[in-house]
């Protein structure tokens, strides 16, 4: 059973996944990359030729869905079935259809469950899990919970500079509308009672990650002193 469980949501582009890798690293935790179950499934529909945008059919692949994902974050890897999606699941004819299989209730049931099977699961002292509603819905008691964000203008900057062969024109309206969509489903722009914030905006990558390391260890002291 995991002790420490360290919640962090944010919008597109704020840092999750790297960040969070890197403060588990550090901190000696495991890592869960929830946006890529979302992913992974979005990919078997498309992968399968089914269509995405028909609940019924999103719903029904669910009982198919053969899912695992690495927590090691220095052994990351994502699995449908037999097949390596690690980097399939990032190619951007998944992520613009991400957003059909997300909003759907059913589909965040049985992906809170998994995760929480995960966390259980997990051999290491804590983990870093991060998402959209990690800090409200999936892990309300989490030891630690943090908003991770920075300015739509940083975040459209660091994502802009991954992706060299799209405009910036385009990278930004597809982390906008990426975004607006989510936050029908979620509230991951707005620190819920208890969440600290971690804003990026200022901040370079090696003080981001000591920002999250310390609200952890800070919390983690709280808990140990009942
Ligand atoms: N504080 C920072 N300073 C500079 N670059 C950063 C900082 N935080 C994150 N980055 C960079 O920003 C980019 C986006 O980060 P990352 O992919 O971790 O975001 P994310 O929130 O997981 O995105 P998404 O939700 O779209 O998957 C990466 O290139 C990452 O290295
Ligand atoms: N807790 C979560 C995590 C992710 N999503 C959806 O998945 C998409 C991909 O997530 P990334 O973190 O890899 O960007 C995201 O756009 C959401 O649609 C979610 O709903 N809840």
């Known amino acids: 059973m995991t002790a420490i469980v360290v919640a962090i949501d944010g919008p597109a582009g704020s840092g999750k996944s790297s960040v969070s890798k890197q403060a588990a690293r550090e901190l000696g935790y495991a890592y869960l990359d929830t946006g890529a179950a979302y992913r992974a499934l979005a990919w078997m ?9 028909n609940p019924l059919v999103v719903v029904e692949s669910l009982g198919e869905f053969d899912f695992a994902v690495g927590t090691d974050p220095d052994q990351y890897f994502v699995k449908v079935g037999p097949d390596d999606v690690t980097v399939a699941i990032r190619e951007p004819w998944v992520t613009s259809e991400v957003r059909l299989v997300a909003r759907l209730p059913e ?3 049985h992906l809170m469950a ?7 699961e997990a051999a290491r ?3 870093v899990v991060e998402g959209r509603d990690i800090t409200t819905v999936v892990a309300p008691d989490a030891t630690a919970r943090i908003l991770l964000t920075a300015s739509e203008e940083v ?6 500079k991954e992706l060299v062969d799209q405009s910036a024109a ?9 975004d607006r969509a989510d936050s029908r489903v979620v509230d991951f722009m707005n620190a819920a009672d208890g969440v600290t914030t971690v804003d990026s905006t200022e901040l370079d990558f090696g003080q981001t990650v000591s920002a999250v390391v310390d609200v952890v260890q800070r919390a983690v002291l709280r808990a140990s002193h009942g």
């Open 125 to 127: 002292p804590g983990i």
């Open 170 to 178: 385009v990278v930004g309206e597809q982390l906008r509308s990426r």
């Open 107 to 109: 589909v965040r049931e």
């Open 155 to 160: 975040r459209m900057g660091r994502r802009s």
């Open 45 to 53: 529909l498309l992968d399968r030729g089914l269509d995405a945008g």
């Open 114 to 120: 998994l995760f929480r099977r995960i966390v259980v």
